[in-house]
């Protein structure tokens, strides 16, 4: 069977002999097989053997139920009655150790069905108690290799460190057997320089037989075991114990040479196991099952590595944390002995058969096994003459800077000085700047900040008196309840005083929609009570040329999203649907603004618009002294000659109610700009200050205070307030 490799099957013996440093020759796994003695219970049970050695290196299996005997060829064959010493010596592990010392990396692994003998062959017999030896004549290969190890080392006249892992993989997570607190899983990870390895694994240097011993017992006792039916100590993990060996060469080639790292590692396999035999259940069942499915992927993976073309190719290593970690060890250049074990039971047959056949193909697979070069070897010239170069430079430079006159070098610390001065000045500088324009900055946002506030407070009190005003023009009180979506719902109605008089007809005192009073304008049959009221174009009406067709739009655009319902009893519901309405409207401002400018009450004419800007939209000039009507309306202010005709006296806040609604009309938008910096005393009313930069929105709210005043005091009958009791501070009564 054996085709390959030495002609004893030892590929250590190859090795020694080839050149060091060089990558070896092909060199296939080291099997050697052991039959372990019929164990009492199977004695008891009356079992026969299937087995019989025949010579040093050939087993015989006998089937059962009779038929030709199948050959079976190893390394070497050891039956039940070789002693732990006599494997220990015919696995050749000594001289695996020889080759670890000079930098080769080497494996031993024991593989076979669960209770053959494999713990057994490495470590001894389970221990019979918590810190009792294994008797010396028990001992397994490992003990036997460390104590032959230590014993070498101490004679090998150079230094050498000793330092040893020991990880369990079990149900495929890496546990570190030497970690200090409880063993958590570990990953595995992969690089090019030490291919697959275990990240965070606590590697102990040791420098005597005994500390290893105490490392390789506290492995084992932490290592998962269980019993079952054919083990009473199966062992449920993989276990790989480690041994690094780090030597220096004597004499050294180089005062910089690293040691030589070799490196001898024991794995102790799981046993592949039938759950149907065994008897495992629940936690064992998927032991066993995790056991089988790594022993399996290294099946495949050694199957696959017979093969000479598939092994040029991809070999899936990474299905397995066993694999991975035994990767340099079947196909890397690495060298590996195998020690697969069985029972000789006939009851073990099938699993005996499936372990030989596994360990015929695995004697198969080569590895090529390589030393660790010399690091000076290693360097390509190229790079060797670069150092050489870089060498010869810092030894030149290192002169010069001895030479260095010591008087410049004083004058370049002089200017150095002088720049270093410099620059701290300039740095103090900047500094302070920046502290400055960082506390104008932080000055600017809070002023920022309250002009902002400034500003939404004057477009909440703009907002809040508009309300009123329309509250109290269509209504004194307001239901209750939420606010109402149109302010027409106010009950009881009141007409409102700003606007003229209603038409005489009842029907035309409620709005069609909402019931609400209106002005006689809006009326939907205003032309059957009203006949006298102009109906012809705009180029007919009383009103001046230049206010055509697209003026009026332009008006209506402007009013009817500021104030709907305003915009709604002064246009109809459909706005122009109701164009002649319109007209005595505008009519109606014009006038009023004629009476301004030829009036008016004496302090609003000294207040004064002096921006003429709410008319402009009529047109660039003002209708003047154009008579636009031949009588004056009775809203008409006072002052005016034609004041006297009127029904009734018009007071002044009747005047100011006419003004706001006309800039309400003419006003473009209601837009509150944002005050400058306050220039007034913090402490002055954010009218007055915002009303500085603002000042349509603060004339225009000072307006509407009034207006809202004396429209809720006419409602309750009080006396219109005096000129003085009209502040903007004031507070306005509830609507
Ligand atoms: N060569 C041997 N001589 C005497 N007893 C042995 C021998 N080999 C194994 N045994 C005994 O057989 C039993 C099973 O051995 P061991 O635990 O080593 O099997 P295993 O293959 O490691 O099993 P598992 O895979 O379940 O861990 C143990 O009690 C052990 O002492």
């Known amino acids: 069977m054996e085709k390959r490799g030495s002609p004893d099957g030892d590929p250590a013996r190859s090795l020694e002999q080839g050149p060091e440093g060089l990558e070896g020759p092909e060199t296939p796994i080291q099997v050697v097989l ?33 038929g030709p005997d199948v050959a079976f060829r190893f390394g070497a064959v050891l039956d039940g009655a070789r002693s732990q010493e006599d494997v220990f010596r015919a696995c050749g592990v000594r001289r695996l150790g020889e080759l670890a010392l000079r930098g080769f990396s ?63 993989i079990y149900n495929e997570q890496v546990r570190d057997l030497l970690s200090l607190g409880s063993a958590r899983p570990l990953p595995v990870r992969w690089n090019k320089t030490r291919g697959f390895y275990v990240e965070q694994l606590r590697v102990v240097e040791f420098g005597s037989l005994g500390a290893l011993m105490e490392l390789l017992q506290m492995g084992l006792s932490r290592r998962r075991s269980s019993a079952h039916t054919l083990n ?50 629940g936690e064992l069942m998927l032991e066993a099952n995790s056991i089988n499915r790594s022993l399996l992927a290294l099946g495949h993976c050694i199957s696959l590595l017979l093969d000479p073309q598939r092994k040029q190719s991809h070999i899936p290593f990474r299905d397995s944390k066993l694999t991975k970690l035994l990767a340099d060890s079947l196909g890397g250049r690495g060298l590996t002995l195998m020690v697969a074990c069985v029972s000789p039971s006939a009851q073990c047959l099938p699993e005996t ?118 509250c109290a023009c269509y209504g004194p009180q307001p239901r209750p309840g939420p606010a109402p979506p149109c302010p027409c719902v106010m009950v009881p109605a009141a007409p409102c005083p700003a606007l003229p008089p209603l038409c005489c007809c009842p029907c035309c005192h409620l709005c069609p929609l909402c019931r609400a009073p209106l002005a006689h304008w809006a009326c939907p049959r205003r032309d059957l009570h009203l006949p006298q009221e102009p109906t012809e174009p705009l180029a007919h009406s009383p009103l001046p040329s230049h206010v055509t067709h697209s003026r009026v739009h332009q008006l209506f655009r402007s009013l009817s999203p500021k104030c709907p319902a305003l915009c709604q009893a002064l246009f109809g519901h459909r706005g122009f649907r109701h164009r002649p309405g319109v007209i005595p409207a505008l009519r109606e401002f014009l006038i009023s603004r004629e009476d301004s400018t030829k009036g008016g009450p004496p302090d609003a004419c000294k207040k004064g618009d002096p921006d003429p800007a709410p008319f402009e939209v009529m047109g660039p000039k003002a209708p003047g002294d154009m008579p636009l009507c031949a009588q004056a309306p009775p809203w008409a202010p006072p002052g005016n000659p034609d004041s006297a005709k009127c029904p009734r006296e018009r007071s002044h806040s009747d005047w100011t109610q006419t003004r706001v609604l006309a800039e309400m009309l ?54 219109p307030p005096s000129e003085a009791a009209r502040s903007p501070s004031r507070v306005l009564p509830p609507c």
């Not at 199966?234 to 004499?251: D, F, G, K, V």
């Not at 473009?668 to 005050?675: D, G, K, M, T």
């Open 232 to 281: 009473q100590a199966s062992s449920r993990s993989h276990a790989l114990l480690t041994l690094y060996i780090s030597r220096q060469t004597m004499p050294p080639a180089d005062p910089g040479e690293p040691p030589v790292g070799g490196k001898l590692c024991f794995v102790d396999l799981a046993g592949s196991e039938k759950v149907a035999a065994t008897g495992s259940r």
């Open 666 to 719: 003419m006003e473009e938008e209601v837009v509150p700009s944002a005050p400058p910096l306050p220039m007034g005393t913090p402490n002055t009313s954010p009218v007055l200050r915002g009303g500085a930069a603002v000042p349509n929105l603060a004339r225009r709210l000072e307006a509407l205070r009034d207006q809202i005043g004396s429209s809720l005091r006419r409602g309750r009958g009080q006396p």
């Open 34 to 66: 052991r039959v372990r003695p019929m164990s009492a219970a199977e004695l008891r049970r009356g079992e026969q053997s299937a087995l019989h050695c025949s010579g040093t290196r050939t087993l015989q299996v006998s089937p059962p139920g009779g």
């Open 106 to 168: 080497c494996t031993v692994f024991t593989f076979g069905q669960t209770g053959s003998g494999k713990t057994y062959t490495l470590t001894g017999p389970p221990p019979q108690g918590e810190g009792v030896p294994v008797p010396p004549n028990l001992a397994g290969i490992m003990q036997r290799t460390f104590a032959w190890l230590l014993d070498r080392v101490q004679h090998l006249g150079a230094p050498v460190t000793l330092r040893a892992s020991y990880l369990e």
């Open 353 to 470: 058969l499936s372990t030989l056949r596994y360990a015929s193909r695995a004697q198969r697979v080569t590895t090529r096994p390589q030393a660790p070069k010399s690091p000076v070897a290693k360097q390509p010239p190229r790079l060797e003459i670069e150092i050489l170069q870089l060498q010869e430079e810092n030894r030149c430079l290192r002169a010069q800077l001895g030479q260095i006159d010591p008087k410049a070098s004083r004058l370049s610390g002089a200017r150095v000085a002088w720049a270093q001065r410099n620059l701290y000045g300039m740095l103090q500088e900047f500094m302070l700047e920046n502290e400055r324009l960082r506390k104008e900055k932080s000055q600017l946002q809070s002023s920022q900040a309250r002009a902002r506030d400034e500003q939404r407070l004057l477009a909440q009190q703009v907002h809040e008196l508009e309300r009123r005003l329309l």
